[in-house]
């Protein structure tokens, strides 16, 4: 399924999916296409009960739907879209609450995939743990300038996207990898620093 994401601007729809497992049950179902709920059940060290009550909560909001083939619990589902945008237009207080909800569970599962990386990729190959980096900075920059740099890690990020479609495209040794990037303004850091936006003009007597 080609890179279609959904926007997300109601706060039933942002609190339905800001769920760990529900997430999990979203990343399967998008890496390795339709799945059961006894499937992501083993995949995930689930119940098939669980999974399956998730599935249909997941569906009530248009996130899943059943594939073709199979019966009850052996039922396979899929991802109705490949990737989910939300956050980016003025919403009210309870829209911007379940935005951030849904922000923070991401931010922690991403975070904990992280420290499991940074664990076990000491023991792998020494190719793999040069290539596994992170890194920090902080730069003075214009809106302008921002945006141009979030949307240039954006559009190289993209531009390996369709190896998710297309097996036959990835090539020989890629592994899955996991990318997390943000760009924001600081709030606070440097205003002690002569950061004003314009110089003040004494006034004349």
């Not at 003025?90 to 991403?110: F, H, I, K, T, W």
């Not at 975070?111 to 190719?127: F, I």
């Not at 990020?157 to 990898?177: I, N, Q, T, V, Y």
Request: hydrophobic share 40%; net charge negative; glycine share 6%.
């Amino acid at each position: 399924m080609p890179f279609t994401p959904r926007t997300l601007t109601d706060a039933r729809t942002l609190r339905a999916v800001a769920h760990p497992l529900r997430l999990s049950i979203i990343e399967q179902l998008t890496i390795h296409g339709p799945l059961t709920a006894t499937a992501l059940g083993d995949r995930l060290d689930e119940t098939p009960a669980n999974c399956s009550w998730h599935l249909r909560k997941l569906a009530e909001h248009g996130f899943v739907e059943e594939a073709e083939g199979g019966t009850g619990r052996q039922r396979p589902w899929q991802v109705t879209h490949v990737g989910m945008t939300w956050g980016d237009a003025e919403p009210g207080a309870d829209v911007a609450l379940a935005a951030q909800a849904l922000s923070d569970v991401l931010l922690d599962r991403e975070l904990a995939r992280l420290r499991d990386s940074q664990a076990r990729v000491r023991s792998d190959a020494a190719p793999w743990r040069a290539a596994a980096t992170s890194s920090q900075s902080m730069l003075w920059l214009t809106s302008g300038e921002l945006d141009e740099i979030n949307q240039a890690l954006r559009a190289l990020l993209m531009s390996r996207f369709a190896r998710h479609e297309d097996p036959a495209s990835r090539p020989e040794g890629a592994r899955l990898c996991a990318f997390m990037a943000w760009g924001v303004p600081t709030y606070g850091l440097a205003d002690e620093v002569g950061a004003s936006a314009a110089p003040i003009e004494k006034e004349r007597d």
